[in-house]
């Protein structure tokens, strides 16, 4: 349906004539008898145009009109009447309608006022996006980059709970960015005005952590010589992030059980409770639910860190992103070292996506600023950024092939700003071909603009 035009009526060879004008007119058309089944699938998104009988069995045009405006007002909505229903058509148009087309009407009339109707809907559309991109790109926080379905999804669910306050877990491998996810959701949150304070539970001593998480009164034990704010305290009113927290000790699990229920905090040597009012989150590299079949883990903990979970998928489970990852990248690290250097060709991108990134985002960050840092120094390569370069077994060949025909579209069209027309050159591609891959990928040029 996308960029296409709905047509209502209830009768079969009104139907198929007008589908047979608006084709000829190389204009997309679904057709429906009745309008209760079209209400079905008209959204919001939908980029088409909607041409609708006046009179028609149960639901009538007008109120069709009428439940299509809940929907989306800016949605034109071309209404066709008898000689009887004129000034019916013409209340319709000052109470929202786009226009209306009397009966009986030629082809030449019919086409245009759809063509009209289709570039007001796609200026509409084009629109919103870049209302939509601007408000992403002026928001404070980290960009979390990806064009996979993962990663899309990612970050609409950051969008929709960054406000909600709810506690979440974040899984991924090392490197994967869960601490990139975590200021995400604080940036994007209401709480973006009070500390982001990030603690990594395997990099503090078992002996020291109570204090550093929940602070000590002067003198409450030998090495206490001052008043000591923890980390929950100094987060008050913002975010705690508490990274591998697998490596948390089971006795200070304990504790932090009874804050994240009681949302209070004591500091070690005082019998003052101090109110908290902030977002836990936490992360983890390792599965938490095995841990505590194993009683390395409270079970108890875990259900309640697991409000929402978030999962970042590692880089060989999305490679498509590599290339776009890659040149980002780049593009900080010329910036931050003062240095350009031109960007690797398309047919370099295999070796980058043949390897299977142990290391992850944080691997791919480090080979591009080898690459900025060194690259014009021996004939440095791609293939030299990457050692011990692993295929990904799991994938057979056709599967490789299209992960990598699908990043080089993407690639070309975040390049091009969504030209096709730039697309068709920096790949060498008909547009016809070049259509059926976009379709294939699920890829939208409105997308990359």
């Given at each position: 349906?996308?960029?296409?035009?709905?047509?209502?009526?209830?009768?079969?060879?009104?139907?198929?004539?007008?589908?047979?004008?608006?084709?000829?007119?190389?204009?997309?058309?679904?057709?429906?008898?009745?309008?209760?089944?079209?209400?079905q699938v008209i959204t919001d998104e939908w980029e088409g145009v909607i041409v609708c009988d006046i009179r028609l069995p149960k639901m009538d045009g007008l109120e069709f009109l009428r439940r299509v405006q809940q929907i989306d007002r800016?949605?034109?909505?071309?209404?066709?009447?008898?000689?009887?229903?004129?000034?019916?058509?013409?209340q319709a148009m000052r109470d929202g309608a786009y226009d209306f087309i009397e009966k009986p009407y030629s082809a030449q009339r019919f086409v245009g006022t759809v063509e009209r109707a289709l570039e007001k809907r796609k200026l509409t559309?084009?629109?919103?996006?870049?209302?939509?991109?601007?408000?992403?790109?002026?928001?404070?926080?980290?960009?979390?980059?990806?064009?996979?379905?993962?990663?899309?999804?990612?970050?609409?669910?950051?969008?929709?709970?960054?406000?909600?306050?709810?506690?979440?877990?974040?899984?991924?491998?090392?490197?994967?960015?869960?601490?990139?996810?975590?200021?995400?959701?604080?940036?994007?949150?209401?709480?973006?005005?009070?500390?982001?304070?990030?603690?990594?539970?395997?990099?503090?001593?078992?002996?020291?952590?109570?204090?550093?998480?929940?602070?000590?009164?002067?003198?409450?034990?030998?090495?206490?010589?001052?008043?000591?704010?923890?980390?929950?305290?100094?987060?008050?009113?913002?975010?705690?992030?508490l990274d591998e927290i697998e490596s948390m000790p089971i006795g200070v699990q304990v504790h932090l059980l009874r804050i994240l229920q009681e949302r209070t905090v004591e500091r070690i040597g005082s019998n003052q409770q101090i109110s908290?009012?902030?977002?836990?989150?936490?992360?983890?590299?390792?599965?938490?639910?095995?841990?505590?079949?194993?009683?390395?883990?409270?079970?108890?903990?875990?259900?309640?860190?697991?409000?929402?979970?978030?999962?970042?998928?590692?880089?060989?489970?999305?490679?498509?992103?590599?290339?776009?990852?890659?040149?980002?990248?780049?593009?900080?690290?010329?910036?931050?070292?003062?240095?350009?250097?031109?960007?690797?060709?398309?047919?370099?991108?295999?070796?980058?996506?043949?390897?299977?990134?142990?290391?992850?985002?944080?691997?791919?960050?480090?080979?591009?600023?080898?690459?900025?840092?060194?690259?014009?120094?021996?004939?440095?390569?791609?293939?030299?950024?990457?050692?011990?370069?692993?295929?990904?077994?799991?994938?057979?060949?056709?599967?490789?092939?299209?992960?990598?025909?699908?990043?080089?579209?993407?690639?070309?069209?975040?390049?091009?700003?969504?030209?096709?027309?730039?697309?068709?050159?920096?790949?060498?591609?008909?547009?016809?071909?070049?259509?059926?891959?976009?379709?294939?990928?699920?890829?939208?040029?409105?997308?990359?603009?």
């Amino acid at each position: 349906m996308k960029k296409s035009v709905l047509f209502i009526d209830d009768e079969k060879h009104i139907r198929l004539a007008n589908t047979q004008t608006l084709e000829l007119a190389d204009i997309g058309v679904v057709c429906y008898e009745s309008a209760e089944a079209a209400l079905q699938v008209i959204t919001d998104e939908w980029e088409g145009v909607i041409v609708c009988d006046i009179r028609l069995p149960k639901m009538d045009g007008l109120e069709f009109l009428r439940r299509v405006q809940q929907i989306d007002r800016d949605l034109p909505v071309i209404l066709i009447t008898g000689h009887g229903d004129v000034s019916t058509a013409v209340q319709a148009m000052r109470d929202g309608a786009y226009d209306f087309i009397e009966k009986p009407y030629s082809a030449q009339r019919f086409v245009g006022t759809v063509e009209r109707a289709l570039e007001k809907r796609k200026l509409t559309c084009e629109n919103r996006l870049l209302r939509s991109e601007l408000k992403a790109h002026v928001a404070p926080g980290p960009r979390i980059i990806g064009e996979t379905e993962e990663m899309k999804m990612l970050r609409a669910t950051i969008s929709q709970i960054a406000d909600s306050g709810a506690d979440v877990l974040i899984t991924g491998e090392t490197g994967t960015g869960k601490e990139l996810v975590a200021r995400s959701l604080h940036e994007q949150s209401k709480r973006r005005t009070s500390n982001f304070v990030a603690v990594n539970c395997g990099a503090v001593a078992d002996s020291l952590i109570e204090s550093e998480l929940f602070g000590h009164e002067s003198g409450s034990f030998t090495d206490a010589k001052g008043q000591r704010i923890g980390k929950f305290e100094h987060a008050n009113g913002g975010t705690i992030l508490l990274d591998e927290i697998e490596s948390m000790p089971i006795g200070v699990q304990v504790h932090l059980l009874r804050i994240l229920q009681e949302r209070t905090v004591e500091r070690i040597g005082s019998n003052q409770q101090i109110s908290l009012d902030l977002r836990v989150i936490a992360a983890a590299k390792a599965n938490l639910m095995e841990l505590a079949a194993n009683n390395q883990f409270r079970e108890d903990l875990y259900y309640r860190l697991n409000v929402v979970s978030l999962r970042i998928p590692p880089l060989r489970e999305r490679r498509e992103d590599i290339p776009l990852l890659f040149h980002h990248f780049i593009l900080v690290a010329s910036h931050r070292y003062k240095q350009e250097v031109p960007m690797p060709a398309t047919s370099d991108m295999s070796s980058l996506m043949a390897h299977n990134w142990p290391g992850n985002v944080r691997e791919l960050r480090n080979a591009a600023e080898r690459y900025v840092l060194l690259g014009n120094q021996n004939k440095w390569s791609i293939k030299s950024l990457v050692t011990n370069t692993q295929t990904n077994v799991a994938q057979n060949l056709p599967q490789q092939v299209e992960i990598f025909e699908k990043s080089l579209i993407v690639q070309a069209l975040s390049a091009s700003n969504g030209s096709i027309k730039k697309v068709m050159e920096l790949l060498s591609v008909p547009r016809k071909t070049l259509s059926d891959k976009m379709k294939k990928y699920g890829l939208n040029k409105s997308d990359f603009k």
